[in-house]
T-cell receptor
Framework: DAKTTQPPSMDCAEGRAANLPCNHSTISGNEYVYWYRQIHSQGPQYIIHGLKNNETNEMASLIITEDRKSSTLILPHATLRDTAVYYCVPYTGTASKLTFGTGTRLQVTL | DGGITQSPKYLFRKEGQNVTLSCEQNLNHDAMYWYRQDPGQGLRLIYYSQIVNDFQKGDIAEGYSVSREKKESFPLTVTSAQKNPTAFYLC?????????????FGDGTRLSIL
């Protein structure tokens, strides 16, 4: 399984963009980069995923470097409800386990 | 409303007792999973099932059992052999690369020992 490195915590002012980095230098060619978040006492929520192209959906944007060794999740206008632990998870997309690291605790403040 | 339903939200177990956690999904997913999360730690896979009537052990299957008699349901039994069952249990379904389908999670069951 590819290992990931994320900063343990980040702060962001409400209304500003939150940029959450992830290093996944050992990712294999058949692994996508998935992002999930977990609000306290809830199950992880799927946000977005990509292979090598940048992706955008209604929740966030995902920027993946050309060498695929790192990625950045962008929440364009953070709100207080975005306060959560964010995980980047390399995953083949087949029916196998997701390996979550320790993630980044994002605190959105007024 | 499509999703994954776990019940109960909180569960208490007495010493020597087996308890069963429910997981139901109406997303028409073939694959289902059970994970365990301990405070401040990542998820660990207990069991998973890729199709009805078939399941495989994950990384920490000892002391747990599952069944998959219906596509929609994947109950987890925490047996008395599991000596440290206090944890947050998460059920997930999905994870099909062919259809670009991520795993989706329920809201979990928190199990404690009385």
């Amino acid at each position: 399984d590819a290992k990931t490195t994320q900063p343990p915590s980040m702060d962001c002012a409400e209304g500003r963009a939150a940029n959450l980095p992830c290093n996944h230098s050992t990712i294999s060619g058949n692994e996508y980069v998935y992002w999930y978040r977990q609000i306290h006492s809830q199950g992880p929520q799927y946000i977005i995923h990509g292979l090598k192209n940048n992706e955008t959906n209604e929740m966030a944007s995902l920027i993946i470097t050309e060498d695929r060794k790192s990625s950045t999740l962008i929440l364009p206008h953070a709100t207080l409800r975005d306060t959560a632990v964010y995980y980047c998870v390399p995953y083949t997309g087949t029916a196998s386990k997701l390996t979550f690291g320790t993630g980044t605790r994002l605190q959105v403040t007024l | 409303d499509g999703g994954i339903t776990q019940s109960p939200k909180y569960l208490f177990r007495k010493e020597g007792q087996n308890v069963t956690l429910s997981c139901e999904q109406n997303l028409n997913h073939d694959a289902m999973y059970w994970y365990r999360q301990d405070p401040g730690q990542g998820l660990r896979l207990i069991y998973y099932s890729q199709i009805v009537n078939d399941f495989q052990k994950g990384d920490i299957a000892e002391g747990y059992s599952v069944s998959r008699e219906k596509k929609e349901s994947f109950p987890l039994t925490v047996t008395s052999a599991q000596k440290n069952p206090t944890a947050f249990y998460l059920c997930a379904s999905g994870g099909d690369r062919a259809s670009n389908q991520p795993q989706h999670f329920g809201d979990g069951t928190r199990l404690s020992i009385l």
